[in-house]
């Protein structure tokens, strides 16, 4: 699909530009899909702002509005943005505290643009990079087990996130995690043929989003999730699924943490970078089974021992 093909980098929305009943204020971030604005209501409250603006496909034109970048590229403009736009209103349907909360949607600037809530703290990639030492069992487990459940919720609602990784979960001031940047999310689970390759991040994505979408599905983001705790073991990502396919140099979890971490937490890790989808974890519910198992073995050993100590000290006895 040559329409893929660079275009100029677009340039933000200034700063002091009215959007509706929105004042920008800061532009957060820019990339292949969209930009991310700071911006405050009428009452001050703050929000971020999403806009539509895929570069391979859009261009920013006088007056701030966007085309489409060609004839060619017009059709799939439409649709990422007819896309982006049913994505915007299935997200405000979901209230969940680790998941971006979307407040408003609306058209402008011959676009569309995507409101939610402003979190104030720091990704995980910052954590992760900030920590002297790697983040902590207890770390993994909390962050993990609370972003699940949001995942889960994700997943119910017939949406895949398809970019999950350190940058895209911010953990709040009071330590709770939240998933956001939901523009590469798709309605993946829904019965008709995805038109929109996904964007993705290489060593985060699953193998089935490098090539056709038909593959995707819950285990897809169940790859991301591993890759991410994988990040918080050894502060970067596995080797792009690509390349891994191609051949596999992933030094497994159960090695780089080994003595570090617990050997269930580790090879449930390692089950989610597994290549073939069909080996993964299928649902966010098979994983959180996975890990609360864990849990419950990590306490088995220290009952043996004992055990073991107390037969040892009968068989004394009776010889």
Same mark, same amino acid.
């Given at each position: 699909?040559?329409?893929?093909?660079?275009?100029?980098?677009?340039?933000?929305?200034?700063?002091?530009?009215?959007?509706?009943?929105?004042?920008?204020?800061?532009?957060?971030?820019?990339?292949?899909?969209?930009?991310?604005?700071?911006?405050?209501?009428?009452?001050? =409250? $703050?929000? %971020?702002?999403?806009?539509?603006?895929?570069?391979?496909?859009?261009?920013?034109?006088?007056?701030?509005?966007?085309?489409?970048?060609?004839?060619?590229?017009?059709?799939?403009?439409?649709?990422?943005?007819?896309?982006?736009?049913?994505?915007?209103?299935?997200?405000?349907?979901?209230?969940?505290?680790?998941?971006?909360?979307?407040?408003?949607?609306?058209? %402008?600037?011959?676009?569309?643009?995507?409101?939610?809530?402003?979190?104030?703290?720091?990704?995980?990639?910052?954590?992760? !990079?900030?920590?002297?030492?790697?983040?902590?069992?207890?770390?993994?487990?909390?962050?993990?087990?609370?972003?699940?459940?949001? /995942?889960?919720?994700?997943? #119910?609602?017939?949406?895949?996130?398809?970019?999950?990784?350190?940058?895209?979960?911010?953990?709040?001031?009071?330590?709770?995690?939240?998933?956001?940047?939901?523009?590469? $999310?798709?309605?993946?689970?829904? &019965?008709?043929?995805?038109?929109?390759?996904? #964007?993705?991040?290489?060593?985060?994505?699953?193998?089935?989003?490098?090539?056709?979408?038909?593959?995707?599905?819950?285990?897809?983001?169940?790859?991301?999730?591993? %890759? #991410?705790?994988?990040? *918080?073991?050894?502060?970067?990502?596995?080797?792009?699924?690509?390349?891994?396919?191609?051949? &596999?140099? /992933?030094?497994?979890?159960? =090695?780089?943490?080994?003595?570090?971490?617990?050997?269930? /937490?580790?090879?449930?890790?390692?089950? *989610?970078?597994?290549? &073939?989808?069909?080996?993964?974890?299928?649902?966010?519910?098979?994983?959180?089974?996975?890990?609360?198992?864990?849990?419950?073995?990590?306490? !088995?050993?220290?009952?043996?021992?004992?055990?073991?100590?107390?037969?040892?000290?009968?068989?004394?006895?009776?010889?």
């Amino acid at each position: 699909m040559h329409i893929m093909s660079a275009q100029p980098p677009n340039h933000s929305l200034p700063v002091g530009y009215q959007l509706q009943e929105y004042r920008i204020d800061k532009v957060l971030s820019g990339g292949g899909f969209s930009y991310v604005y700071l911006a405050h209501d009428q009452d001050g =409250q $703050a929000v %971020a702002i999403k806009e539509y603006l895929p570069s391979a496909l859009a261009l920013r034109v006088e007056g701030n509005s966007v085309v489409a970048a060609s004839d060619e590229a017009l059709g799939y403009f439409r649709q990422g943005m007819k896309s982006f736009f049913e994505e915007g209103r299935a997200l405000a349907r979901i209230d969940h505290r680790n998941i971006v909360r979307v407040i408003n949607f609306f058209r %402008a600037n011959d676009t569309v643009y995507m409101v939610m809530q402003y979190e104030r703290g720091r990704s995980l990639q910052t954590h992760i !990079q900030m920590q002297p030492q790697p983040v902590t069992e207890n770390f993994v487990r909390r962050v993990f087990g609370e972003l699940l459940t949001g /995942l889960r919720e994700v997943h #119910t609602h017939k949406l895949l996130h398809l970019d999950i990784k350190p940058a895209n979960i911010y953990l709040r001031i009071d330590g709770s995690p939240v998933l956001l940047d939901f523009g590469s $999310a798709r309605q993946g689970l829904s &019965d008709a043929p995805p038109s929109l390759a996904p #964007t993705y991040t290489p060593g985060y994505a699953a193998p089935e989003q490098y090539s056709n979408r038909e593959g995707l599905g819950p285990w897809s983001d169940i790859y991301s999730i591993g %890759a #991410t705790m994988y990040a *918080c073991l050894t502060r970067s990502p596995p080797p792009p699924a690509d390349d891994r396919i191609k051949l &596999d140099k /992933l030094t497994p979890a159960v =090695q780089v943490g080994k003595g570090i971490y617990s050997t269930h /937490l580790l090879e449930t890790i390692d089950w *989610c970078l597994e290549l &073939d989808h069909l080996k993964r974890p299928q649902s966010v519910f098979a994983l959180q089974k996975a890990l609360l198992e864990d849990i419950a073995i990590q306490t !088995q050993p220290q009952k043996n021992s004992l055990f073991s100590s107390l037969r040892a000290k009968l068989s004394a006895l009776k010889s």
